[in-house]
């Protein structure tokens, strides 16, 4: 059975690769394994028949014969266990990797999330600038440990991995919304080495469709 993805068919980010189900489409172009999209609008979503694939009502979601996922990091573990090409056969060098992706959206993802969320929601607020700069300093705090553990090397650690994977996906979103990502040369240049890789500009020209196409009809 063929995999599929659940993505919004109208996406808020205007086509510029930062909806979570870019991370899901760029594991399967690594892998190699050919998936469908299922394309949901914000209202069905929150209907019973996505939520009984996604309890929270977002997207993506992943089906493959009598398997049903939620969350992007669970899935791209899922996709990284099961195909090669994003975990080492090293069994040491692999929990690294798994760690990485812990590390990803647990600890650099968070601040840098809130900071696009306050953007949105909270700019006219008394407290906006007072939010932003809390934010800030946490986000340069991690990307200054995140630079210095990256030194001059290509990738976390050794070849490419899901940790990568999800890493540059994070990076990525700060990248679309602040100038801080440039503080931090190594980062920008481990940034662009994900965006130059073949698997993700694949993914990234299918959901670019998707936008295109919408923007049409």
Known sequence: MTITITA??????????????????????????PYDVRLVSFKAIKEPPHLALQPFGQIPTYEEDDLALFESGAIVLHIAERHGGLLPGDANARARAIAWMFAALNTVEPPIFDRSLANILERDEPWYEKRLSALDGTIRKRLADLSRRLGEADWLDGEFSAGDLLMVSV??????????LEEYPNLSAYVARGEARPAYKRAFDAQLAVFKAASVG
């Open 171 to 180: 990076l990525l979103r700060l990248k679309a919304s602040s100038d801080i």
């Open 8 to 33: 919004f068919e109208r996406s808020p980010d205007r086509g510029r690769g930062l909806a979570r189900d870019m991370r899901v489409r760029w594991a399967l172009e690594e892998t190699g394994q």
